[in-house]
């Protein structure tokens, strides 16, 4: 059974780097779409962005100009960094998978089907 | 961006009632690339449904999705007391992929 194990720093102070990494347990890494989302207090989720095996990334542009993404495939792993956090970085933040088939014409896409356990951050002075 | 609008905000019903969950998006979805999540409090979202229609594996069949375009729903045929949770809508055709903001189906 696949397992999506996350870790990093939980608190922060304003201007510093969050640093997140997700490793997958008992499934392959290939062929899947490598997502992260976060949920502040009592609030929505947010799609933060996603990474593929190969290293390709897509990202949300509200939060473009500071994450990024990358894969370390020896290792089953995929990290996200966001910089120059503030309070409103504040949040639960989860790693998932993102399944896919590739069909002709076009891949098929579905939701998120693992996710990790989740991390809370907060960003304090 | 698409916004994803969900009605109601809150659903109060009791065991073995059936729960009609709607999902709006600003714009069309693109392949009816369209998700429902589960979630309750301290975890993380459960995969209901996929292609708005395509339960997830190990979903039951009380689940079920339909809609295209714009329009989404979410049916529960017969709640059961694990039922009672926040379900979300997620659209994942065109990026960013957007969440809506949840509707609460709470024991009445």
């Known amino acids: 059974q696949v397992q999506l194990q996350q870790w990093g720093a939980g608190l922060l102070k304003p201007s510093e780097t969050l640093s997140l990494t997700c490793t997958v347990y008992?499934?392959?890494?290939?062929?899947?779409?490598w997502s992260w989302i976060r949920q502040p207090p009592g609030k929505g989720l947010e799609w933060i962005g996603e990474i593929n095996h190969g290293g390709s990334t897509d990202y949300n542009p509200s939060l473009k100009s500071r994450v990024t993404m990358s894969v370390d495939t020896s290792k089953n792993q995929f990290s996200l960094r966001l910089s120059s956090v503030t309070a409103a970085d504040t949040a639960v933040y989860f790693c998932?998978?993102?399944?896919?088939?590739?069909?002709?014409?076009?891949?098929?896409?579905?939701?998120?089907?693992?996710w990790g356990q989740g991390t809370t951050v907060t960003v304090s002075s | 961006e698409i916004v994803l609008t969900q009605s109601p905000g809150t659903l109060s019903l009791s065991p073995g009632e059936r729960a009609t969950l709607s999902c709006r998006a600003s714009?069309?979805?693109?392949?009816?690339?369209l998700a429902w999540y589960q979630q309750t409090p301290g975890q993380a979202p459960r995969l209901l449904v996929s292609g708005a229609s395509t339960r997830a594996t190990g979903i039951p069949d009380r689940f079920s999705g339909s809609g295209s375009g714009t329009d989404f729903t979410l049916t529960i045929s017969r709640l059961e007391p694990e039922d009672f949770a926040v379900y979300c809508c997620?659209?994942?055709?065109?990026?960013?992929?957007?969440f809506g903001p949840g509707t609460r189906v709470d024991l009445k």
């Open positions: 997620q659209q994942y055709g065109s990026s960013p992929f957007t």
């Open positions: 714009q069309s979805v693109s392949s009816s690339y």
């Open positions: 998932a998978r993102g399944d896919i088939v590739l069909v002709s014409p076009a891949p098929l896409r579905f939701g998120m089907d693992v």
């Open positions: 008992g499934g392959s890494f290939s062929g899947y779409y």
